[in-house]
């Protein structure tokens, strides 16, 4: 449960701090933008609340990759489909568009775990 709270408090941090700037994007004019900047919020709340799988030591690496992409793809997939983010025209463009989150989520993924591989060893020295 503690972890739970861990990504709850994470995942409300980014969805606070984009409300404030939706709500600056409203209160200056750029009510354009408000869609984006709370599209984004929603991406940043469920990353954070689903930051907390690598913390479960119970389960292997393995099975915290897939419940990751699981997620992602249960959450954050639809949030960008639904929030008008990426056109959809014809099925090539949904498929491209998956391809691209897939992706993306894959290079982010190399690069968070490079990052923290690499904070690990320099706190051994």
């Known amino acids: 449960m503690d972890l739970f709270k861990k990504g709850l408090k994470r995942g409300i941090l980014f969805l606070a701090a984009s409300g404030v700037l939706a709500l600056y994007n ?20 469920f990353l954070g609340v689903t ?9 292997s ?7 990751h992409w699981a997620v992602m ?11 008008g983010l990426v056109p959809f025209n014809s099925v090539q463009d949904m498929g491209r568009a998956y391809v691209n989150f ?6 982010l993924f190399t690069i968070t775990y490079v990052i923290s591989r690499v904070r690990r060893q320099l706190k051994t020295f």
Do not use: C, N
């Open 102 to 107: 897939t992706t993306s989520g894959l290079m």
């Open 26 to 45: 409203v209160l200056t004019g750029d009510a354009e933008s408000v869609r984006l900047v709370l599209t984004y919020g929603g991406i940043g709340f």
């Open 51 to 59: 930051s907390v799988i690598y913390e479960v030591r119970a389960w």
């Open 73 to 83: 793809h249960v959450t954050i997939l639809p949030l960008v489909v639904l929030s």
């Open 61 to 67: 690496f393995p099975k915290q990759i897939f419940i």
